[in-house]
Protein backbone atom coordinates (compact mmCIF):
# COMPACT_ATOMS: atom_id res chain seq x y z
CA UNK A 1 0.00 0.00 0.00
CA UNK A 2 2.56 2.55 0.89
CA UNK A 3 4.56 1.61 -2.35
CA UNK A 4 1.58 2.41 -4.37
CA UNK A 5 0.67 5.35 -2.44
CA UNK A 6 4.14 6.46 -3.39
CA UNK A 7 3.86 5.77 -7.44
CA UNK A 8 0.54 7.71 -7.12
CA UNK A 9 1.90 10.94 -5.56
CA UNK A 10 4.82 10.90 -7.86
CA UNK A 11 2.68 10.39 -10.74
CA UNK A 12 0.13 12.76 -9.90
CA UNK A 13 3.35 15.00 -8.78
CA UNK A 14 4.60 14.42 -12.13
CA UNK A 15 0.91 15.27 -14.09
CA UNK A 16 0.75 18.88 -11.92
CA UNK A 17 4.38 19.70 -13.13
CA UNK A 18 3.81 19.24 -16.06
CA UNK A 19 0.48 20.69 -16.57
CA UNK A 20 1.99 23.79 -15.00
CA UNK A 21 4.43 23.84 -17.76
CA UNK A 22 2.07 23.69 -20.32
CA UNK A 23 0.01 26.89 -18.86
CA UNK A 24 2.91 29.27 -18.82
CA UNK A 25 5.07 27.82 -21.88
CA UNK A 26 1.52 26.78 -24.21
CA UNK A 27 1.69 28.73 -27.60
CA UNK A 28 -1.91 27.60 -27.80
CA UNK A 29 -4.46 29.28 -25.41
CA UNK A 30 -6.83 25.97 -25.22
CA UNK A 31 -3.51 23.67 -24.52
CA UNK A 32 -2.90 25.93 -21.53
CA UNK A 33 -6.25 25.64 -19.99
CA UNK A 34 -6.16 21.71 -20.89
CA UNK A 35 -2.61 21.89 -18.66
CA UNK A 36 -4.93 24.08 -15.90
CA UNK A 37 -7.80 21.53 -15.80
CA UNK A 38 -5.22 18.36 -15.56
CA UNK A 39 -3.27 20.53 -12.38
CA UNK A 40 -6.83 20.62 -10.66
CA UNK A 41 -7.42 17.46 -11.36
CA UNK A 42 -4.40 15.96 -9.73
CA UNK A 43 -4.62 17.73 -6.75
CA UNK A 44 -8.07 17.19 -6.56
CA UNK A 45 -7.04 13.60 -6.82
CA UNK A 46 -5.14 13.33 -4.05
CA UNK A 47 -7.17 15.26 -1.31
CA UNK A 48 -9.87 12.46 -2.68
CA UNK A 49 -7.88 9.30 -1.46
CA UNK A 50 -5.90 11.17 1.31
CA UNK A 51 -8.29 10.51 4.67
CA UNK A 52 -10.51 13.23 6.15
CA UNK A 53 -9.75 15.69 2.89
CA UNK A 54 -12.11 14.53 0.31
CA UNK A 55 -14.10 17.94 0.51
CA UNK A 56 -10.98 19.55 -0.87
CA UNK A 57 -10.68 17.30 -3.99
CA UNK A 58 -14.80 17.94 -4.72
CA UNK A 59 -14.00 21.48 -4.07
CA UNK A 60 -11.02 21.39 -6.64
CA UNK A 61 -13.20 19.45 -9.01
CA UNK A 62 -16.51 21.82 -8.95
CA UNK A 63 -15.10 25.19 -8.72
CA UNK A 64 -11.68 25.50 -10.70
CA UNK A 65 -12.27 22.55 -12.98
CA UNK A 66 -16.26 22.92 -13.12
CA UNK A 67 -16.06 26.99 -12.92
CA UNK A 68 -12.95 28.14 -13.38
CA UNK A 69 -11.53 26.71 -15.96
CA UNK A 70 -14.88 26.67 -18.14
CA UNK A 71 -14.69 30.49 -17.50
CA UNK A 72 -11.31 30.87 -19.10
CA UNK A 73 -12.59 29.13 -22.34
CA UNK A 74 -14.89 31.66 -23.16
CA UNK A 75 -13.03 34.59 -22.36
CA UNK A 76 -10.33 33.07 -24.96
CA UNK A 77 -13.69 32.21 -27.01
CA UNK A 78 -14.31 36.52 -26.64
CA UNK A 79 -10.69 37.35 -27.55
CA UNK A 80 -9.73 38.01 -31.28
CA UNK A 81 -6.84 36.35 -30.99
CA UNK A 82 -6.45 36.06 -34.71
CA UNK A 83 -6.11 39.67 -35.28
CA UNK A 84 -3.65 40.33 -32.84
CA UNK A 85 -0.27 42.32 -34.77
CA UNK A 86 3.03 40.96 -34.19
CA UNK A 87 3.56 44.60 -32.63
CA UNK A 88 1.14 44.43 -30.15
CA UNK A 89 2.31 40.54 -29.49
CA UNK A 90 5.85 41.92 -29.55
CA UNK A 91 5.11 44.91 -26.64
CA UNK A 92 2.81 42.77 -24.04
CA UNK A 93 5.97 40.17 -24.36
CA UNK A 94 8.00 42.39 -23.89
CA UNK A 95 6.22 44.04 -21.34
CA UNK A 96 5.81 40.50 -19.26
CA UNK A 97 9.91 39.87 -19.41
CA UNK A 98 10.67 43.26 -17.91
CA UNK A 99 8.40 42.87 -15.18
CA UNK A 100 7.72 39.46 -14.21
CA UNK A 101 11.51 39.20 -12.92
CA UNK A 102 10.72 42.34 -10.71
CA UNK A 103 7.63 41.41 -9.07
CA UNK A 104 9.13 37.70 -8.76
CA UNK A 105 12.03 39.84 -6.67
CA UNK A 106 9.60 41.43 -4.77
CA UNK A 107 7.57 39.08 -3.64
CA UNK A 108 10.50 37.09 -2.91
CA UNK A 109 12.52 39.56 -0.74
CA UNK A 110 9.16 40.50 0.61
CA UNK A 111 8.99 36.62 1.93
CA UNK A 112 12.65 36.15 2.97
CA UNK A 113 13.14 39.53 4.36
CA UNK A 114 9.37 40.56 5.77
CA UNK A 115 10.02 39.87 9.69
CA UNK A 116 12.79 42.45 9.95
CA UNK A 117 10.62 45.47 8.65
CA UNK A 118 9.67 47.63 11.86
CA UNK A 119 7.27 50.22 11.16
CA UNK A 120 5.58 51.83 14.49
CA UNK A 121 1.85 52.61 15.27
CA UNK A 122 -1.20 50.17 15.10
CA UNK A 123 -0.32 49.84 11.15
CA UNK A 124 3.27 48.81 12.21
CA UNK A 125 1.69 46.20 14.57
CA UNK A 126 -0.97 44.60 12.24
CA UNK A 127 1.86 44.78 9.66
CA UNK A 128 4.72 42.73 11.34
CA UNK A 129 2.44 40.58 12.74
CA UNK A 130 1.20 39.49 9.21
CA UNK A 131 4.81 39.23 7.98
CA UNK A 132 5.81 36.90 10.82
CA UNK A 133 3.37 34.61 9.88
CA UNK A 134 4.05 34.62 6.57
CA UNK A 135 7.79 34.24 6.79
CA UNK A 136 9.55 31.34 4.90
CA UNK A 137 10.75 29.68 8.34
CA UNK A 138 7.10 29.57 9.99
CA UNK A 139 5.47 28.24 7.12
CA UNK A 140 8.06 25.40 6.43
CA UNK A 141 8.00 24.98 10.40
CA UNK A 142 4.21 24.20 10.42
CA UNK A 143 2.31 20.68 9.88
CA UNK A 144 -0.92 20.91 8.64
CA UNK A 145 -1.37 17.50 9.19
CA UNK A 146 -0.86 17.85 13.12
CA UNK A 147 -3.50 20.63 13.07
CA UNK A 148 -5.50 18.70 11.40
CA UNK A 149 -5.72 15.73 13.46
CA UNK A 150 -5.75 17.65 16.78
CA UNK A 151 -8.90 19.58 15.72
CA UNK A 152 -10.79 15.93 13.92
CA UNK A 153 -9.79 14.26 17.52
CA UNK A 154 -12.00 17.08 19.18
CA UNK A 155 -15.03 16.01 16.87
CA UNK A 156 -14.99 18.49 14.68
CA UNK A 157 -15.99 17.56 10.57
CA UNK A 158 -13.82 18.41 7.72
CA UNK A 159 -15.58 21.80 7.16
CA UNK A 160 -14.97 23.14 10.44
CA UNK A 161 -11.26 22.37 10.47
CA UNK A 162 -11.02 23.83 7.15
CA UNK A 163 -12.07 26.73 8.24
CA UNK A 164 -10.46 26.99 11.54
CA UNK A 165 -7.35 26.33 9.67
CA UNK A 166 -8.05 29.11 7.22
CA UNK A 167 -9.06 31.38 9.83
CA UNK A 168 -6.24 31.35 11.96
CA UNK A 169 -2.78 29.32 11.28
CA UNK A 170 -3.04 30.40 7.51
CA UNK A 171 -4.50 33.46 7.89
CA UNK A 172 -1.83 35.35 6.10
CA UNK A 173 -1.71 32.79 2.87
CA UNK A 174 -5.23 33.31 2.65
CA UNK A 175 -5.37 36.70 2.58
CA UNK A 176 -2.27 36.23 -0.05
CA UNK A 177 -4.30 34.37 -2.33
CA UNK A 178 -7.57 36.47 -2.22
CA UNK A 179 -4.76 39.42 -3.39
CA UNK A 180 -3.58 37.15 -6.43
CA UNK A 181 -7.16 36.78 -7.44
CA UNK A 182 -8.01 39.87 -7.11
CA UNK A 183 -5.27 40.88 -9.51
CA UNK A 184 -5.76 38.42 -12.11
CA UNK A 185 -10.03 39.36 -11.81
CA UNK A 186 -8.75 42.74 -13.14
CA UNK A 187 -5.72 41.90 -15.55
CA UNK A 188 -8.66 39.71 -17.29
CA UNK A 189 -11.19 42.66 -16.98
CA UNK A 190 -8.46 44.96 -18.52
CA UNK A 191 -7.62 43.04 -20.59
CA UNK A 192 -10.70 41.90 -22.72
CA UNK A 193 -12.14 45.60 -22.14
CA UNK A 194 -12.53 47.23 -25.54
CA UNK A 195 -10.98 50.60 -25.86
CA UNK A 196 -13.36 53.50 -26.70
CA UNK A 197 -13.44 54.93 -30.15
CA UNK A 198 -11.97 58.22 -30.36
CA UNK A 199 -14.13 61.15 -30.24
CA UNK A 200 -16.61 60.29 -27.79
Same mark, same amino acid.
Given at each position: ????????????????? %???????????? !???????? %??????????????????????? *? !?????? !? @???? *??????? =?????? @??????? &?? %???? #???? +???????? *?????? !? &?????????????? #? =??????? +??? #??? =??? +? &??? %??????????????????????????? *?????????????????????
Amino acid at each position: MTLTWGIFNFLSASTII %SGALTVVMGRNP !INSVVGLV %SCFVSCSSIFILMGGTAFLGFIY *I !IVYVGA !I @AILF *IFVIMMM =DLRNLT @AERKNSV &QY %SFLL #NYPL +ALIIAISA *ILWGNT !I &QIEGPIGEITSSFL #N =DFTTWEI +AQR #NIW =DVW +A &QTS %SMGSTGLHTIGYLLYTDFLALLLLASL *ILLMVMVSVIALVKIPAAEGN
